[in-house]
């Protein structure tokens, strides 16, 4: 691999924002992110991203109002869901829209985040 996987990180908690950055921080994460869902659109516009991980619920909206905007500019952008929320509805409306993946935040998340989103760098 030349260079580094470019991520943008969409989540409006600053306490799991960083938690999330440090988890993933290294050599081979170049890591954006965003707390609301008017900057995540912005960035993601300017931007391409190898992955984005948008969070569900923020402040000005939710995150699948912003997968849906970035999935009709670009279907095959590679993008995550997470939530604290275990709706299998939502999940999959996510799957179903081509999402990679729909991750619940629950105890172990952040130990295990860094591992899902290799995997779905990989495929």
Known sequence: ???KFKL?????NPAHLELMVNHLSNDI???DTAMTKAEAL???IKKDYDLIIIDYY?????GLEVFKVLYQRNPKQKM?????ADDPELSFAVMKGGALDYIVKSF???TELKDRIIENLED
Do not use: H, Q, R, S
């Open 1 to 3: 691999m030349e260079g």
């Open 8 to 12: 943008l990180i969409i989540e409006d």
């Open 29 to 31: 994460f170049e890591i």
């Open 42 to 44: 912005e960035k993601a």
């Open 58 to 62: 923020l402040p000005d909206g939710n």
């Open 80 to 84: 995550i869901m997470v939530t604290a």
């Open 108 to 110: 172990n998340f952040y």
